[in-house]
């Protein structure tokens, strides 16, 4: 599947930190991004965001990316290659119709990872570039404390790295610590278009 990302070639100190949609939080969790002066790339979902509207807006006018992670975080590889350009479209209008002139392009994560050929090309069809992580902090599990999940983010963060996070509020506690530590390894967090444009050489 070349079309599919884990991680970002690049000799640059950068490593993309994403968040993906979780358990609320998310101005708070935006909040303490922005107080660590970075800005990041957000996959957020249709079924999160559909009555939180103005955190999209809120979220790209202070400087973040937002990714598709689809309208209902459903198994994409258990849909139609119709039903899943449908699911990303779907994500995308709202995204346009509350910022409008808005995109998610080029980006989606599928939802839990879950890939297969079937996705990535129906994804690469309509625009998009399934981006999924190198490094996890794990947090997907409840019983995951603040400093596993710093500790696990950490274990893969080489330059490139993309780094899986969620929103909740275990991410307030986590991230401040997190991005210290990077930053003390020589590692600057970014969003994933600032990985790939320094990758590129820009």
């Known amino acids: 599947m070349r079309q599919l990302v884990y991680s970002v070639r690049t000799d640059a100190p950068l490593v993309a930190l994403t968040l993906d949609d979780g358990w ?21 979902t249709g079924g999160a965001v559909r009555t939180d509207r ?27 290659v ?11 209008a709202l995204v346009a119709a509350a910022v409008p002139g808005a995109t998610t392009h080029p980006y989606m994560r599928p939802p839990g990872g879950a890939v297969n050929q079937v996705v990535a ?10 981006i999924n992580w190198s ?3 794990g947090d997907g599990s409840a ?20 780094i899986l996070m969620h929103f909740g509020p275990r991410a307030l506690v986590a ?12 590692l600057e967090p970014v969003s994933l278009s600032r990985l790939f444009a320094a990758a590129q050489g820009t």
Do not use: C, W
Request: glycine share 4%.
């Open 82 to 92: 119709t039903a899943i350009q449908q699911d990303l479209a779907d994500f995308e």
């Open 24 to 44: 609320s939080e998310r101005s708070r969790v935006l909040d303490t991004v922005l107080a660590q002066h970075l800005q990041l790339t957000f996959f957020l």
């Open 54 to 80: 103005a955190f999209i807006a809120e979220a790209l006018n202070a400087g973040m990316e937002i990714g598709n992670h689809t309208m209902d975080h459903a198994d994409l590889t258990l849909k139609s």
């Open 143 to 162: 019983s995951t404390t603040p400093d596993q999940m710093v500790a696990n983010a950490l274990s893969r963060a080489v330059p490139g790295a993309i």
């Open 121 to 130: 090309d129906a994804s690469a069809a309509v625009g998009y570039r399934p």
């Open 175 to 186: 991230i401040p610590p997190l991005v210290q530590q990077l930053r003390a390894k020589g």
């Open 135 to 137: 490094s996890s902090s």
